[in-house]
């Protein structure tokens, strides 16, 4: 994924991002915390800021909120105005460009302070003194790397790449394990496996139910406990959000969105919602926009964070094929196919680098009916007009199969199309009910296996 440039590192623009970075990854926290020091940071405030962080960071190992980060340094007004200012003003690095660049600043503070002690040096001391000072920056600057290598060397960086691990596996602890589908066949299948950081998309014909597949991982997510980001890129705001809300509680969309469900159900619905603990947010891009790119994605939940001081756990986009990628290349028709195979490449990145499971819709290429219609036909990575190209990004590809007697049944056929870490299995049936906005109807679904 695209990230922002920065031009210089000892600038304070570099510094207000690189805090706010710390708190939103701990994995970057850490390398703070064990690679700079107080001499490292230019003035009073932001060394208290850093030592606010560093305390924490020492004593919980995870980061910490803008809360906990206001109280840490309450009596101190500077630290407190770039605080401020980093939460209104400051942009969040990418992971492995921000290693990159505090690697850089490490090394241009500390040749600043070699060389200031290269001056004195030979003020008083004499060339002899003053060269010893530079030749140690020169080895130091040659060995110092926070960032991997072409080459390793395993013997030497033994111990810290241990500490390197410890410290991400922790992090990794920290965010609770996504394992589940909320589709019985599925999760069986998946035993387990932690779904964060990786992708998966539901590919369909239209009106099979892609989007009510998406939504239902989005409504049981949230039920389950975990934070849920929505972005839509076709339909109405209000669509999306109706029927999300009609999906929490398994009432009548048409009944909600049109305001003629009785009161005393609203109260009891609304006393249900209370004991959620999860949080579901929609983004809602304008109709017809189609322009999105996977930058505005990457921004989204930047400015999500940043606005609600909450990390999203689970990332939906409905749907994958109206975006564009973050190159800010223009394709024209015969470079659709590079363009949507670049948007999952970029996503799958932006799972990894956000540690989040992103879901996304996808339209498939079938419009034969006839075929269509066979229910011995299901689709596969080669109804998308990339073929294989695009499921390569992809860590599942989930077919909706349904028939026109299948519609009218209200049942439908899942054909896992790949799978990168469990048995792609048989196909198999569920139950829908999209009237009250379910897409796995699990008591029908059991009587249907029953009886076949």
Not at 172 to 199: H, M, S, W
Not at 306 to 317: E, F, L, R
Not at 355 to 371: A, K, L
Request: charged share 30%; glycine share 4%.
């Amino acid at each position: 994924m695209a990230s922002k440039t920065v031009n210089n590192v000892l600038s304070e623009e570099f510094l207000m991002d690189l805090f706010k970075t710390c708190m939103d990854d701990a994995y970057v926290l850490s390398i703070v915390y064990q690679h700079v020091k107080s001499e490292h940071l230019p003035d009073r405030d932001s060394i208290a800021l850093f030592k606010a962080l560093k305390r924490y960071y020492g004593q919980y190992k995870k980061v910490p909120s803008y809360s906990a980060m206001r109280e840490a340094v309450s009596e101190n007004r500077g630290a407190i105005n770039l605080l401020n200012d980093i939460y209104d003003n400051a942009g969040g690095l990418e992971v492995n460009e921000c290693v990159h660049l505090i690697e850089e600043y490490l090394k241009r503070v500390t040749f600043q302070k070699a060389y200031k002690e290269a001056g004195d040096a030979y003020n008083k001391e004499g060339y002899e003194q003053a060269s010893k000072v530079l030749n140690n920056y020169v080895e130091w600057e040659r060995s110092f790397s926070l960032t991997d290598a072409e080459f390793t060397d395993v013997v030497s960086t033994f111990k810290e790449r241990f500490y390197r691990n410890q410290t991400q596996a922790s992090s990794q602890k920290n965010a609770r394990p996504i394992t589940r589908f909320y589709i019985d066949e599925l999760d069986v299948r998946n035993e387990g496996q932690n779904l964060r950081t990786q992708l998966t998309c539901f590919l369909a014909a239209t009106g099979v139910g892609k989007t009510h597949a998406a939504r239902w991982i989005g409504r049981n997510a949230c039920l389950d406990g975990l934070n849920v980001l929505h972005f839509q890129l076709e339909g109405s705001r209000a669509e999306v959000e109706n029927a999300y809300s009609a999906s929490l509680v398994l009432c009548n969309t048409f009944k909600y969105e049109t305001g003629t469900i009785r009161e005393s159900e609203i109260e009891r619905m609304a006393k249900e919602l209370e004991d959620v603990s999860g949080k579901l947010f929609v983004r809602s891009y304008p109709k017809f926009n189609c322009q999105v790119s996977t930058l505005d994605i990457q921004e989204g939940i930047a400015e999500f964070k940043k606005k609600y001081g909450i990390q999203p756990d689970v990332i939906i986009i409905d749907s994958m094929d109206l975006l564009t990628d973050a190159s800010g290349r223009k394709y024209g028709e015969n470079g659709e196919r590079h363009k949507r195979i670049a948007v999952a490449n970029d996503l799958k990145d932006l799972a990894a680098d956000e540690n989040v499971w992103i879901v996304v819709t996808y339209q498939s290429t079938v419009e034969n009916q006839e075929w269509i219609n066979d229910e011995k036909n299901v689709l596969t990575e080669y109804n998308t007009a990339e073929a294989k190209g695009l499921a390569r990004p992809l860590t599942h590809l989930i077919t909706l199969n349904q028939s026109s007697n299948e519609r009218k049944e209200h049942v439908l056929r899942i054909n896992v199309a790949k799978s990168r870490f469990f048995e792609k299995g048989d196909v198999f049936k569920i139950a829908t009910d999209y009237r009250h906005e379910r897409f796995y109807d699990r008591e029908r679904t059991l009587n249907i296996n029953k009886t076949q």
